[in-house]
């Protein structure tokens, strides 16, 4: 009896070993990305990625509420879509077993005032239409901007940590009629509004090239290019993985930098937030 006991046990643990083996064995990694320019920069580091043991699967998503859940419920290793202020208001409306963690700081996208109706702040009118988008974090990026641009008055205290809606505004001298809507939808709306305010990867999906075609843009050696950098994110569990070591060594590296910044279609919309240096 002692010794079938210690078979059943020698056997169980033989096969522990071998499940967490296989578990380190991950060769596999499934990444939701939206698509400009998040799913492009992965698409250009797949053979980089495989010459390290890994196969790359990207999951492309068109909507920001849609990849954390998917990630937090085991569909998908990791995103690629969000910066901190956004991940934070997830974070913070979910149970703790939900939560994610930023893993890869990979880069910055300006936001931008793009005209619609109307060619530039210059000729706003009174009661002109502007379309903002309508996710906390992302609301209160875009009302920073348009107080940052003259057009109306937020409180004194309002930070990028606020969660400010069109109800913040102090003053709207030109009785602004701003607008919440869904980030993606806002570049098809650009013909029936006066001023879009749109995040940089619906903008470059949308054929527009942020440095040309904003008509007023963040500052990129600003406050805003460190707290809206955007991230590979990943469950807590798997922070210090060694996939998640081999995707940043082949993300922060020279051959993404020059692709982002040389990029015409990108036109200073996407900028590394790395340098080669930190990734070596």
């Not at 940089?200 to 054929?207: M, R, S």
């Not at 082949?250 to 080669?276: H, R, W």
């Amino acid at each position: 009896m002692k010794k079938t006991v210690s078979l059943f046990v020698a056997v169980l643990l033989a096969l522990t070993a071998f499940s967490c083996a296989l578990a380190e064995e991950k060769t596999t990694i499934v990444i939701g990305a939206t698509p400009s320019p998040h799913e492009e920069v992965l698409e250009l580091i797949k053979d980089d990625l495989a010459a390290l043991g890994y196969e790359l699967q990207i999951l492309e998503f068109t909507e920001y509420p849609l990849p954390n859940p998917a990630l937090a419920d085991g569909q998908l290793d990791a995103n690629y879509f969000q910066h901190l202020p956004y991940l934070n208001a997830y974070n913070d409306t979910v149970a703790d077993e939900e939560k994610l963690v930023p893993a890869i700081g990979v880069h910055y996208e300006p936001y931008g005032i793009y005209a619609g109706k109307t060619a530039s702040l210059d000729e706003l009118k009174d009661g002109a239409v502007i379309a903002v988008t309508n996710d906390p974090s992302n609301e209160t990026r875009a009302l920073l901007l348009l107080a940052e641009a003259g057009l109306i008055t937020l409180p004194e205290d309002a930070s990028f940590e606020s969660s400010l809606t069109v109800l913040d505004i102090v003053d709207n001298p030109k009785k602004l009629d701003i607008r919440e809507v869904n980030a993606e939808l806002i570049p098809s709306m650009l013909e029936d509004v006066d001023l879009g305010v749109i995040n940089g990867n619906y903008a470059i999906g949308a054929g527009l090239k942020p440095s040309e075609d904003a008509i007023y843009l963040e500052a990129a050696d600003g406050e805003s290019g460190v707290i809206y950098t955007n991230y590979v994110v990943v469950r807590p569990e798997d922070a210090d993985a060694a996939w998640v070591e081999a995707l940043r060594t082949v993300l922060c590296s020279q051959k993404v930098a020059d692709f982002m910044l040389n990029n015409e279609d990108y036109a200073g919309g996407v900028i590394p937030a790395f340098t080669v240096e930190e990734a070596e």
